[in-house]
């Protein structure tokens, strides 16, 4: 069993109202994120992603971010973080995002039309937040999106099911009685 897959089932589960939800270093930042696990995972998303002629690694912030600044560590490609803050610099783009839990508006800024994009992000669960920055990156932008890469996938129906865009996944999991179910250890892709 792999790094990623014990950290998950060992993760804690929290109730939020009737969602059980689990806390992982990947997705939350707690508990204390070891170094082994995080390059792990880039070294996986590596074998993974469509990463040749990629410009920008492109990833939401906040939890993307460490993962993707790793990933740009390791392979040289430029990183941008969409934002929950408004800057106003120039060819900033605003993109509204609703999850199954939260909405709000986000920012992407220094990605240009015809910029190759690898997108990177913690968790895929309802896939609004990343529907949201699919269609911002290629209708609003004109970017062409190379490949998108959720590091965990919580098994269900997203909202990106009736859309051209694919996600590829290192894992996917489920809640079930306050537990973490491995639904398939080597993800989607």
């Known amino acids: 069993m792999d790094l990623l897959e014990q950290s998950l089932l060992d993760a804690p589960i929290i109730e939020?109202?009737?969602?059980?939800?689990?806390?992982?270093?990947?997705?939350?930042?707690v508990p204390m994120l070891k170094p082994e696990l995080l390059r792990e995972i880039v070294i996986r998303i590596i074998r993974k992603a469509e990463l040749e002629n990629v410009d920008k690694i492109v990833t939401p912030a906040a939890m993307?971010?460490?993962?993707?600044?790793?990933?740009?560590?390791?392979?040289?490609?430029?990183?941008?973080?969409?934002?929950?803050?408004?800057?106003?610099?120039?060819?900033?783009?605003?993109?509204?995002?609703?999850?199954?839990y939260s909405e709000s508006e986000m920012f992407i800024n220094d990605v240009e039309p015809g910029d190759r994009v690898l997108v990177i992000d913690d968790v895929l669960s309802t896939g609004g937040t990343m529907k949201a920055i699919l269609d911002a990156l290629t209708n609003d932008i004109g970017a062409d999106v190379v490949d998108v890469v959720a590091v965990i996938k919580k098994a269900g129906e997203t909202e990106l099911e009736d859309t051209d865009y694919t996600v590829r996944t290192l894992i996917n999991v489920t809640v079930e009685d306050g537990e973490v179910v491995i639904v398939d250890a080597h993800g989607d892709g």
């Open 64 to 100: 993307g971010i460490h993962i993707s600044t790793a990933l740009s560590l390791m392979t040289d490609i430029p990183l941008v973080v969409i934002r929950k803050r408004k800057y106003g610099l120039e060819g900033e783009v605003p993109l509204f995002q609703e999850t199954g």
């Open 16 to 29: 939020k109202g009737d969602y059980e939800y689990f806390v992982h270093p990947i997705s939350d930042g």
